[in-house]
Each structure stands twice: as C-alpha cells, then as structure tokens.
C-alpha cells in the first residue's frame, strides 16, 4: 500500500490528468469548430492521451490496494485566440503537470517509497516530451506568422498524428 498521503496526492494527479484531458479535448473542440482539422485531430489524440495517465495512475494505487477517489472536473476554457495562443496554454499548464508530478516524487522519496518513485519516473520524462513538444509547436507557429499557406500546411501534417494506447508494460 501507499501512504495515505500519497494517495491522497495522486488521487489529486488523477483529476490534473483527466483535467488536461478536457482541455484539450475543448481545445479540439475548437478548432474542429474554426476549419483546422489536423489542429482538432492533434488535441484530440493529447486528450486521448492524457486519460491514459489518468488510468495509469488508477491502476497503480488499484495494484497497491490502495483507494481510487474520482472528484468533479473543474470547468476549462472554450475559446482561444489562435492556435499559437492555445500551444501556449498548454505549454505553461505542462508546466505546471510538470512540477506536479515532480511534488509526487519528493514525496515518495521522503517515504522511501521506492516502487512509487520508479512509476512515477515515467511521468517525470513524459514531462519532458509534452514540454518538448509544446515549444516545438510555438516555434514553428511564430516562424509561420500570419501566412495562410504555412497554417494551412502545418494543419494537413498535424492531421497524420494517431493515437497509440500505452502497452502492457507502461499502463
Ligand atoms: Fe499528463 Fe500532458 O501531462
């Protein structure tokens, strides 16, 4: 079992995660709505993936015995000025997933709990990736500026993004 401290604090992670989730599924939402498929078709494979950490989580505590507590989803945006604009949403609120999670390890290493420490360096370099990959996305929509043509491009290319479920060894 985790302490209870513990798992009151990754109770909490799993609202962050599904948290994200309806972000970007709203975010997706969105641009669906705006006539930027591949944008759409990006954050919906974000949200897809972000319940992923949430049931990854779930199943850990599961697998300690421990107890599985799912509270309310705090509302989240609807709208974004662009599509810059909401990569910069979700690059700070990575940001914030990322110290987060690290919380989570400070914790379980004052417990010296060792086997939460090892799950939860799986989030600590997924962190890195999303963070990663947010930047990516900022920078070359400020290299694209206002030109139509690029937006258009990067839209087409972000629509060849698909989902890939964790396998049985990372869920
Ligand atoms: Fe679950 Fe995007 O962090």
């Known amino acids: 079992?985790?302490?209870?401290?513990?798992e009151s604090a990754i109770n909490k992670q799993i609202n962050a995660e599904f948290w994200s989730a309806y972000l970007y599924l709203s975010m997706?939402?969105?641009f669906a709505n705006k006539g930027l498929p591949g944008f759409a078709n990006w954050f919906n494979?974000?949200?897809?993936e972000e319940q992923d950490h949430a049931l990854k989580l779930m199943n850990y505590?599961?697998?300690k015995g421990n107890r599985v507590e799912l509270t309310p989803i705090e509302k989240v945006d609807t709208q974004w000025n662009s599509v810059l604009h909401a990569f910069e949403v979700t690059l700070d609120h990575e940001r914030v997933v990322t110290s987060l999670i690290n919380s989570?390890?400070?914790?379980?290493?004052r417990e010296n709990d060792y086997a939460t420490e090892n799950m939860l360096?799986?989030?600590v370099s997924e962190q890195v990736e999303e963070e990663e990959?947010?930047?990516g996305m900022i920078d070359s929509l400020k290299l694209?500026?206002?030109n139509g043509f690029g937006l258009y491009t990067m839209d087409k290319e972000l629509s060849q993004r698909s989902y890939t479920p964790l396998n049985s060894e990372q869920a």
């Open 144 to 146: 694209i500026g206002d």
């Open 104 to 109: 989570l390890v400070s914790i379980a290493r």
């Open 133 to 135: 990959t947010a930047q």
């Open 28 to 30: 997706s939402a969105h």
């Open 1 to 6: 079992m985790v302490s209870k401290e513990l």
């Open 121 to 123: 360096q799986w989030f």
């Open 61 to 63: 505590l599961i697998s």
């Open 45 to 48: 494979v974000q949200f897809r």
